[in-house]
């Protein structure tokens, strides 16, 4: 049988220390929670392969470690941070957010996905786990001082974006194919900054797919 915790101990010291994933409080959280519990049944001797883990039949799927844990970086997470964790999935990259002390809406507008995050996640306090259409965000609960998304949109999240504090920060990979790239949005006022971090690939979300014809 793996073992399990020597395998998250070779995932922050192989996979994310060489991929410039040097907050020690970001490290520190990938070393604790145990992604096993987060990757559908079956599939547990996969949670800690260096790839994105598919989640269900219709493509959705969980970001490969060394990429969530970059962009989980970005986000500057502090204790009592208010994060919105985008198509959220079992709720792994939300157990990392609330390891690193925020406070974390979960959405995503799958209900099986939704009702198998509030399995995994019952008993940690500082999660509500929401289901709803990912391209509106959690607006009842913004403002948001982080958000992120765990999947590749094709146009500008600008619902998500209107729901960020001012100050706040969102990261995403928003591209098409090998022109995807993980990007850095930060608000200021009624305007918001855009910084490409590096190239990434993950799974399109429809929720944030172009119209046909659209050039990005």
Request: hydrophobic share 50%; aromatic share 6%; glycine share 10%.
């Amino acid at each position: 049988m793996l073992d399990y915790a020597q395998a998250r101990r070779l995932m922050v010291d192989c996979q994310l220390r060489t991929f410039d994933v040097n907050d020690i409080a970001v490290l520190n959280a990938f070393e604790d929670v145990p992604r096993e519990r987060f990757v559908p049944p079956g599939r547990e001797d996969f949670a800690y392969i260096d790839q994105t883990l598919r989640l269900d039949a219709a493509g959705r799927a969980m970001p490969a470690p060394m990429l969530l844990a970059r962009m989980i970086q970005a986000l500057t997470v502090l204790p009592g941070t208010r994060v919105l964790d985008v198509a959220a999935g079992y709720g792994y990259g939300s157990a990392i957010l609330q390891r690193l002390g925020a406070q974390v809406t979960a959405l995503d507008s799958d209900e099986g996905l939704a009702a198998g995050a509030r399995e995994r996640l019952a008993g940690l306090a500082g999660i509500e786990i929401v289901a709803g259409p990912l391209a509106e965000g959690a607006p009842k609960a913004a403002p948001f001082d982080a958000i992120l998304v765990n999947g590749r949109v094709e146009l500008r999240p600008q619902a998500l974006l209107d729901q960020l504090a001012d100050g706040g920060r969102l990261v995403c990979v928003i591209g098409r194919d090998r022109a995807a790239k993980a990007t850095l949005f930060v608000r200021s006022g009624d305007a918001f900054g855009a910084r490409p971090l590096f190239d990434a690939a993950l799974p399109a979300l429809d929720a944030f797919a172009a119209e046909a014809g659209f050039a990005f």
